[in-house]
């Protein structure tokens, strides 16, 4: 996984106006595309390197991601997020995401 390419398009979406639906919709497509290229180095991102903002902009996609991977890894990573920024965690429904993402693995996850 290409770190400066995710943060890029992570950049561009929180430059893109939220009412911009084709905008958002762009890089909503771009940041799950990226990050279900390799899921080995997403979930060392994921653990090592992601900011706190990157997990704000990644949680609104999260469930598309984990429906997309199907990677329980992934969901758990983002939920150690949670934990690790917990103060950007309260600025959203981090809860309702987790409960999102953890749905769309549906019963044929995988570890």
Known sequence: MDVQKIREVIRRRNET???YDYGVE???KEEIQILSEDIP??????????????????????????????????????????????DMAKTFNFSGCVKYAEAALGEDANV
Not at 65 to 73: D, G, N, P, V, W
Request: glycine letters at 2%; charged letters at 30%; a negative charge.
């Open 17 to 19: 106006h939220d009412e």
């Open 41 to 86: 180095s997403t979930i060392n991102y994921l653990q090592n390197q992601c900011t706190a903002d990157e997990f704000f902009w990644i949680s609104e996609i999260i469930d598309d991601l984990a429906a997309e991977t199907q990677s329980r890894e992934i969901v758990e990573c983002y939920k150690n997020l949670g934990k690790k920024y917990p």
């Open 26 to 28: 762009m890089c909503d």
